[in-house]
């Protein structure tokens, strides 16, 4: 948590994720192979998959590159991490976990959906905003935030998480039109701070929301037909590339959702990040905190 000294470790995080296919490589769980390594990694809180591509000429992890991330300082080799069946991962298995592309949740329509990161998506101007103040202009707004965090409790039950008074899911987005080029403009709560990006999960999901027919994000974004609109031409959605503005850059999600029938699925979500070695350690840990015959002796006051 960014305000309290509390770790949540209920969902996924995409910065740390990018880190997990070099570490793999580095420490030999993974055989490097020629070129690009591609690493599987089961998240076990969502019980979901990724794979990381990670560049590896001559077998060895390369970290220097020209791939850049808004908001990252420099430049370093790109990782692509592909997501494998996340919608719903933390919300019960759908990725509209109310079957709907729009609730209205406290007198505010609303886009509450699952895409590896649970997120109510809400239009800006639906708070009296144009969605492109600066983080610190939003953070100064109580009476703002208040609603937005009444709206969240609601939403949180929607959405099969329960009591989220202490939870740090759902975030909570407010969307606008683009003003850099991008699909959508975002100013994210996660859950009570204002981001000053996005956060990667996030990113997905608000992409998600962003590609598909008639949700609040895709009405912002100008894609607002309806689901079942499109349903009925049995038409392939395709591949989306959608850059997400956030307030220091973009943050792209390539998408590829598919209709079956009355439905509409994600086929693919995937995202390119960058990571680096900062530092290498050991830390030493007491046998009697690890050891079950040392806790036992220290516990007859015996030493070993």
């Known amino acids: 948590m960014p305000d309290e000294p509390r770790v949540d470790a209920s969902q996924n995080c995409g910065n740390m ?56 300082p420099g430049t370093a080799a790109p990782i692509v991490i ?14 509209l976990p109310t079957g709907n592309a729009r609730d209205t949740v406290e007198g ?3 886009t509450l959906i699952d895409n590896g990161m649970p ?17 610190a202009e939003l953070e100064a707004d109580a009476e703002l935030k208040a609603r937005v965090e009444r709206v969240r409790l609601a939403a949180g039950k929607l959405m099969n998480l329960g009591d989220v008074t202490k939870k740090t899911v759902p975030k909570m987005c407010l969307v606008a ?39 609040v994000a895709a009405e912002v974004a100008g894609g607002g037909t309806r689901a079942s609109e499109v349903a009925a031409t049995g038409a392939q959605l395709g591949v989306r590339r959608l850059d997400i503005e956030h307030p220091t850059g973009f943050f792209t999600v390539d998408m590829l959702l598919v209709t079956d ?23 030493y840990v007491p046998a009697a905190v690890w050891d079950g015959a040392a806790r ?3 516990a007859a006051g015996t030493t070993a």
């Open 296 to 298: 036992e002796l220290a």
């Open 177 to 215: 039109p683009a003003v850099n080029g991008g699909t959508v403009s975002t100013r994210n709560f996660i859950p009570h701070k204002v981001h000053k990006a996005i956060g990667v999960f996030g990113a997905v999901s608000v992409a998600t929301a962003c590609a598909y027919p008639g949700t």
């Open 82 to 95: 592909d997501f494998l069946d996340i919608a719903g991962s933390s919300t019960g298995g759908a990725l």
């Open 17 to 72: 994720l990018a880190g997990i296919g070099p570490f793999a490589i580095e420490k030999g769980l993974v055989a490097a192979e020629a070129g690009v390594t591609k690493v599987r990694i089961h998240m076990v809180n969502t019980a979901s998959v990724a794979v990381a591509t990670v560049q590896t000429p001559g077998g060895r992890v390369r970290y220097d590159g020209d791939a850049r991330i808004d908001g990252v």
């Open 261 to 283: 029938g009355d439905a509409v699925h994600v086929e693919r979500s995937a995202l390119l990040r960058t990571v680096r070695v900062l530092m290498a350690g050991d830390v």
């Open 108 to 110: 505010v329509e609303a």
């Open 119 to 135: 997120v109510v998506v809400m239009r800006a101007s639906d708070f009296g905003k144009t969605g492109h103040e600066t983080p």
